[in-house]
């Protein structure tokens, strides 16, 4: 699409969030039609939001997630600092359009990762990683609708990331099973959703190794604190204000949250 559009969407989405106003969706002169398209309004936005990166989500991690929306790769968009908390959390309702949450494993980089043309190595990334943390992500976007069938939209719009609750962090992680590792969802007490780290692309490692070599090649640098939210393991959730959510991630600890 024409740079001129990409900015146009990027200063409508800018508003929407700003404002916590949704939009009906972008204007057709400015909608993104491509996969690529949506990347081109994301990165528009990231130039005009004014705050950090802290890191970032993957979506689309489970087959069953990639036929809904059309694509053969997952998608990601950036976090950003004013949305990550820390558990247990407690996240205005007013704050979001919708309440929809995914239990995740995060990683988070322990150094820098300069962008590079050469694709970082299995051992490289695994190296930088310091810590993986059990994990709320918050779904929510500036449309009024949540666009589940539509890539490019999602990807526009951050990847429809509202939020991160980070659990404790795991420093001694190299020899633990994730893609094996048993995780439940708890609302109210009541069982919502379980699975595995395998849910999210086979191993997160593998989610790892697609954004880190996907964006650096595109010119992102990452830098050490950055997070990584690989993928839902427990399906998608939506949630009530005042109901409190539990990831249980067994031995690895639990992340908890509600809307309040």
Not at 57 to 80: D, H, L, N, R, W
Not at 149 to 165: E, F, K, T, Y
Request: hydrophobic share 45%; net charge negative; glycine share 10%.
């Amino acid at each position: 699409m024409l740079q001129d559009a990409a900015e146009r969407a990027a200063a409508i989405i800018r508003e929407a969030r700003s404002s916590g106003r949704p939009i009906k969706g972008l204007a057709e002169d400015c909608r993104p039609a491509m996969v690529e398209d949506g990347y081109q309004i994301q990165a528009a936005f990231r130039k005009l939001w004014p705050d950090s990166v802290a890191g970032w989500k993957i979506g689309a991690t489970a087959p069953s997630v990639m036929a809904k929306f059309g694509v053969k790769e997952p998608f990601c968009g950036p976090i950003y600092a004013a949305d990550v908390y820390a558990s247990p959390a407690r996240l205005e309702a007013k704050r979001f359009s919708h309440y929809v949450i995914e239990t995740e494993f995060a990683y988070r980089l322990g150094r820098d990762l300069p962008a590079r043309a050469t694709p970082y190595s299995r051992g490289e990334i695994v190296e930088a990683i310091d810590a993986v943390i059990p994990a709320f992500e918050m779904i929510n976007c500036r449309y009024e609708a949540l666009p589940l069938d539509n890539a490019p939209a999602a990807i526009a719009d951050c990847g429809l990331n509202g939020a991160l609750v980070l659990g404790g962090a795991i420093t001694d992680w190299r020899n633990i099973d994730v893609p094996g590792h048993a995780v439940r969802l708890l609302v109210d007490g009541e069982m919502r959703g379980e699975g595995t780290g395998a849910l999210a692309l086979g191993d997160p490692r593998n989610v790892l190794d697609w954004v880190i070599n996907k964006l650096s090649r595109n010119g992102v640098d990452f830098t050490k604190g950055q997070v990584f939210s690989t993928g839902t393991c427990t399906g998608v959730v939506k949630l009530e204000p005042g109901q409190v959510a539990v990831g249980d991630f067994g031995g690895l600890g639990k992340v908890e949250m509600r809307f309040a």
